[in-house]
């Protein structure tokens, strides 16, 4: 017990101090991460939005797979993500494997499933609202696409910051892929395991503090732009 408060004491010290390792490696979380999410939102959102307002054969089905694929298994995508940008993949040539690009592709296949899902739920709601004055004034498509992304804004922040709050705690595929170097490839999820396998309390500490003052932020800011306290529902 003694050793988990000392290590903790030198955490909140370390943070303090802003030592070098430890921002670097949150700031390395970070643009990775970020990069990731904005990837993710340019396709996903679209997509959200296309789906709540076209109609086709097929579309029950894309639907119900995307959804399949929110609780897809991070190490397997990791793992695809390394076969494809093997020296043997198709993508191999690129040299992207265990560099920060591989690990922003691993987080974009993860949050673009999520980031849809959250998004369509809360677009097709809005479109059955719009549908008929959207219909009468002859809107084109991409004018019905627009016009839902923008009146759905606020929901759409919240489904890119609960993407965000999947891919700053994502671990197995970024190990796969980043392969956890350091001053490479080093986030904080993977130096949280190597530290506390190492012995190294006060940085694997440290780091989790930030991790987790990051989720309380998300969550926070999730609750204060779908402004649940308002109309009587929590």
Same mark, same amino acid.
């Given at each position: ?31 990775? /991460? ?10 996903? +959102?679209?997509?959200?939005?296309? +789906? ?27 793992? $695809? $993500? ?16 265990? /560099? ?13 499933? +999520? ?21 009468? %004034? ?32 994502? $671990?197995?595929?970024? %190990? ?10 080093? $986030? %904080? ?40 306290? /308002?109309?009587?529902?929590?």
């Amino acid at each position: 017990m003694g050793d988990v408060w000392d290590g903790m004491v030198q955490a909140v010290g370390l943070i303090l101090s802003l030592d070098a390792d430890l921002v670097e490696i949150a700031w390395r979380s970070l643009h990775v /991460t970020g990069a990731a999410l904005l990837i993710a939102c340019v396709i996903a +959102l679209p997509l959200a939005a296309f +789906l709540s307002v076209q109609r086709f054969r097929w579309r029950r089905g894309t639907i119900a797979v995307l959804n399949a694929l929110m609780g897809l298994p991070p190490v397997v995508v990791g793992l $695809v $993500v390394y076969v494809l940008l093997s020296r043997s993949g198709p993508f191999g040539v690129l040299g992207l494997l265990f /560099t920060p690009t591989a690990m922003i592709v691993a987080q974009v296949i993860i949050i673009v499933p +999520l980031i849809a899902s959250i998004a369509h739920q809360s677009l097709r709601d809005l479109w059955a609202e719009y549908h008929d004055l959207l219909i009468s %004034m002859n809107a084109t498509r991409r004018q019905r696409i627009g016009a839902l992304l923008y009146d759905g804004r606020r929901a759409l922040l919240t489904a890119a910051l609960a993407g965000f709050g999947r891919g700053i705690g994502e $671990v197995g595929a970024i %190990m796969v892929v980043g392969g956890n170097i350091d001053h490479a490839t080093r $986030v %904080m999820t993977t130096a949280i395991a190597l530290e506390t396998g190492k012995g190294n309390f006060a940085l694997a500490l440290a780091l989790g503090f930030i991790l987790i003052a990051m989720s309380i932020a998300i969550n926070i800011a999730i609750h204060a732009l779908s402004r649940t306290e /308002t109309g009587g529902r929590w």
